[in-house]
């Protein structure tokens, strides 16, 4: 078998690895004791979390009057928080099934923390919406449940509805794509336990995987069909989260550009959420080798580009409140800039539409420090890009006497640190147990993608794999 | 009486070239176990391509028609509501606000139904004992299972170590 491969081509797996190499890596972290770092920051957003549920419980327990809602403004964080979150949520399944699809090599370093990262996200996501149903234990109305109340059907026409759709498909499909790439990473890690309890907590989750070649064929046909349906449902889910808004008659949510614009957005801090992580992880667990700074290149020009599209975005926005002519929308769209609000939207603004193109420069984007903080700085604009749109267009009524303004509660603050706290506490117990690389598939690209593999390729000499090779 | 050999090698493209050498001897390669798929290896040993993707079909299809058919009853024949003065009374018309719906339904069945047929049909389900030959298959070695008569044993073994075999177990069926 002849591989052809081009000499632009940098290798995606630094230094001499071979197969076992890579096992030992990957492993690593999960046989090995945590440090003192994971400790430290495990223990912030531990408390940070508690401070969460604390809020929780009370939002639950006295009602969602603990919010700083009022009759104007009747949705503001907790719905900011719900969409930041599932943007955030949009990065995982794009980077394992669109990728896939693509055929793009680089995806196998990043694709299993970035889904984890999706799954976590999805989750905490879903905690607005039922918070603010208030009544949480009456949550199984959103399902089409035969009931006593004269038989009364959920609203199919709703966009509301199609969301509970959307969320639990994407939450659930992602959920399982994830979990059957995992399956035979588990495998090996339960092949290779030592202690009792870990080879049967390995063995139950590894589902007795054998790796037999009837299986990889099944393995790789299901990853592709679920590759294929993931793909049209990332995005649908950010669309449809953009109609709740879009179908209203509110100047600044009724806009027909919503669903492209709200996709560029959630795939913009998806993969700023990525890059966040991603520089994190592969210093702490020592991943240097398998997490190049051509990876944070390849994802910082996607950041570059879906932050542009969602720039062009927010112009038409701003253009089309005007030439429609329409009083509200241009009204809505001028106190949106200059109103109480401004500074919302400034740094909405800086943050989103500026900050991005700083990636051109090749320099910059290779540089992983300037990566880190910039990919905060995209997280940051992105929340204050739903508070804009959501509170500043509601918070002036039709009537002026109806205006108002927002001011969060203690609540409101520990419901969106605390979602920060109970993520973060979810990964790192992720990043302990789990392998946080896909470990065979990173495999199947050493032969074409090694470093030492491509020297040996390019020199016209036999590529080995394996340890101590005579082959 | 026959016996089962396992040959473990330490290269996929040793181990696909070693299998094509078997079958052209006219020898069966009952199974190969790896840590990752290798390409190639189903055509050589004569594993056929799985039909798992006209099953997601059928469960999409199922799915679809679910979808549709609970709508239409929940919201045109059981219980019409007049909402924003959208049609009530005919499915066509009122099918462009049930397209979400009937598209995340049909994703969620094909999905979960796909996926339930992949444990079952491979056999594997939480907590399975798992029954590769040897654990290093999951690391970094490959093992082609081979069933032969036993008269033919050291002929085998021998054409086995030929096409760079590492290790050679064997034990009988």
């Known amino acids: 078998m002849h591989h052809v491969e081009a000499d632009i081509r ?23 004791k945590a440090g003192k770092m994971w400790y430290m920051v495990f223990s912030l957003a531990a408390l940070l979390a508690l401070w969460g549920v604390g809020c929780i419980f009370y939002t639950v327990g006295v009602g969602i009057g603990v919010w700083g809602l009022n009759k104007t403004v009747d949705w503001a964080w907790d719905i900011t928080n719900f969409v930041w979150w599932v943007g955030i949520g949009h990065a995982g399944t794009l980077i394992s099934a669109v990728l896939l699809l693509f055929r793009q090599r680089w995806r196998m370093a990043i694709n299993r923390s970035a889904e984890a990262m999706t799954i976590f996200a999805v989750i905490m996501a879903a905690l607005f919406p039922l918070l603010h149903m208030g009544r949480i234990w009456m949550a199984y109305w959103v399902l089409p449940l035969p009931n006593q109340f004269g038989s009364l059907w959920v609203n199919f026409n709703s966009p509301l509805l199609w969301d509970v759709f959307a969320i639990s498909t994407y939450f659930s499909v992602s959920l399982v794509f994830w979990y059957i790439g995992l399956i035979p990473d588990f495998a090996t890690i339960r092949d290779r336990a030592v202690k009792p309890a870990a080879k049967k907590a390995y063995s139950i989750m590894a589902f007795g995987w054998t790796g037999s070649a009837k299986h990889w064929n099944r393995f790789e046909e299901v990853s592709l069909v679920l590759a294929g349906l993931a793909t049209p449902l990332v995005f649908s889910v950010h669309s449809i989260v953009s109609m709740d808004f879009a179908t209203s008659v509110i100047p600044g949510w009724h806009t027909t550009i919503f669903p492209p614009y709200f996709v560029a957005g959630a795939v913009f801090s998806g993969f700023a959420m990525v890059c966040t992580l991603m520089l994190v992880m592969r210093k702490v667990l020592h991943l240097e080798d398998y997490i190049l700074v051509k990876h944070i290149e390849y994802m910082n020009i996607i950041i570059m580009l879906t932050g542009s599209m969602v720039g062009v975005a927010y112009l038409s926005e701003l253009f089309i409140s ?42 910059w984007r290779r540089n992983l420090t300037f990566t880190f903080i910039l990919s905060i700085v995209v997280n940051i604009g992105m929340w204050f890009e ?20 927002f001011h969060p509660t203690f609540v409101d603050m520990g419901l969106f640190l605390g979602t920060i706290g109970i993520f973060f506490v979810l990964y790192l117990l992720y990043a302990r147990v789990f392998p946080v690389l896909a470990l065979n598939e990173v495999k199947t690209i050493l032969r074409t993608t090694g470093e030492s593999q491509l020297k040996q390729l390019r020199a016209g000499e036999h590529i080995t794999v394996a340890e101590g090779s005579k082959h | 009486m026959s016996t089962v050999i396992y040959a473990m090698y330490d290269d996929d493209h040793v181990l696909l070239e070693g299998a094509k050498k078997v079958v052209a001897k006219g020898m069966q390669v009952k199974d190969v176990f790896s840590p990752f798929p290798v390409h190639g ?24 028609t679910l979808a549709l058919i609970g709508m239409r009853y929940f919201m045109i024949v059981d219980w019409p509501m007049n909402i924003g003065g959208k049609p009530n009374f005919d499915l066509m018309q009122n099918l462009p606000a049930f397209i979400p719906v009937t598209f995340e339904f049909t994703v969620f069945c094909t999905a979960h ?20 030959p040897d654990p ?38």
């Open chain 1, 322 to 363: 005007w030439y429609s002519g329409v009083e509200y929308e241009g009204y809505a769209f001028m106190n949106r800039a200059t109103g109480w609000y401004w500074w919302s939207y400034a740094a909405m603004m800086t943050c989103n539409v500026v900050s991005p193109q700083l990636m051109w420069v090749k320099k």
């Open chain 2, 136 to 173: 290093r298959t999951t690391d970094d070695k490959f093992v082609m299972e081979i069933h032969v008569d036993e008269s033919k044993e050291a002929e085998t073994i021998a054409l086995l170590k030929e096409t760079g075999a590492i290790e050679i177990n064997k034990k009988a069926a």
């Open chain 1, 386 to 405: 739903r508070f804009v749109i959501i509170v500043t267009s509601i918070h002036r009524d039709y009537v002026p006497s109806s205006w108002n303004l």
């Open chain 1, 10 to 32: 940098e290798p995606l797996i630094l230094g001499n690895k071979t197969y076992h190499q890579i096992t030992e890596d990957v492993c690593a972290p999960v046989e090995g």
């Open chain 2, 41 to 64: 290896i189903d055509d050589v040993i004569g594993v056929r391509k799985t039909r798992l993707a006209i099953c997601a079909f059928l469960y999409g299809l199922t799915g679809m």
């Open chain 2, 113 to 132: 139904g796909m996926a339930i047929t992949y444990f079952l049909r491979n056999k594997t389900l939480p907590g399975m004992k798992a029954k590769n």
